[in-house]
């Protein structure tokens, strides 16, 4: 395991850890310098970069531009890199991605469930690559499972992500996203778990660090906000106020 990997791991009880999407490289740069620990390459690009309904349109040729991009920009923070839909169907399949996502800079790849595919992370971390698990809502499913909701509300529920983030330690996985899932859930798990615990839409302080998408943040795709994005800055309004301002410059009759 790489030094980057061992100081997010040395944060678990003590420091909690910030993880941010970013897509591009100015973004990637300006949330770098910032001082952000993870920056997620998450394929929720799919739908504020690329206009996709849903994650499950991305491919890997998506996912490898973008993730060159943000590794040239990435000076201190670790570079997870998404996985996605379709890419981790077998252990064989899984490490080929896995390489290829690294072969363009990545330091850490990302692949969504528990159980279903503790092959796939063990065939990733045996080769030495380090693995973000993401249990609870797992967006590339979102077609099956008829949407977005909260998850971990029945008691069967939250056996069955506690089942998850098991098979994904045993696996060996630095870290695991736990996304939408009930905040008293997300906390046991944290408890229960030997590995960084990322939350979003898990609660405060639930984890062992929180993961936000960049656009959610900084009010950057104002068509669709998550009821859990807490924003910090609108900047899809100074863009329109700017755009505005340069329309009329430009066509003010002379
Ligand atoms: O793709 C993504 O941005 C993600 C986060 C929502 C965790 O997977």
């Given amino acids: 395991m790489n030094s980057k990997i061992e100081a997010i791991l040395a944060r678990k009880g003590k420091a909690p850890v910030a993880e941010l999407t970013a897509y591009d490289y100015p973004t990637a740069r300006l949330v770098d310098e910032a001082g952000v620990d993870m920056i997620l390459v998450g394929d929720s690009l799919g739908m504020v970069m690329l206009g996709y309904p849903d994650t499950t349109h991305v491919t890997l040729a998506h996912m490898l531009h973008h993730v060159e991009a943000v590794a040239r920009a990435a000076k201190n923070a670790v570079v997870v890199a998404d996985m996605p839909i379709n890419t981790y169907n077998t252990p064989e399949q899984a490490l080929e991605t896995a390489r290829a996502l690294m072969a363009v800079g990545a330091d850490a790849v990302k692949l969504e469930g528990g159980v279903a595919v503790e092959a796939q992370i063990r065939a990733i971390t045996q080769a030495g690559i380090p693995v973000q698990g993401h249990i609870g809502l797992l967006p590339q499913k979102v077609k099956e499972e008829g949407g977005y909701r909260m998850h971990g509300k029945t008691d069967e529920e939250a056996a069955a992500i506690m089942r998850d983030m098991e098979a994904v330690v045993r696996a060996g996985a630095f870290s695991v996203v736990i996304e939408c899932t009930r905040h008293s859930v ?53 863009i329109t106020r700017a755009v505005k301002e340069y329309i009329a410059e430009v066509q003010q009759p002379k």
């Fill in 186 to 238: 997300a906390k046991a798990i944290t408890e229960a778990c030997p590995i960084i615990t990322i939350g979003i839409g898990a609660g405060r302080g639930t984890c062992d660090g929180e993961v936000a998408v960049y656009h959610d943040l900084v009010g950057a795709y104002p068509w669709f906000t998550p009821s859990f994005a807490r924003p910090k800055a609108s900047i899809a309004t100074d």
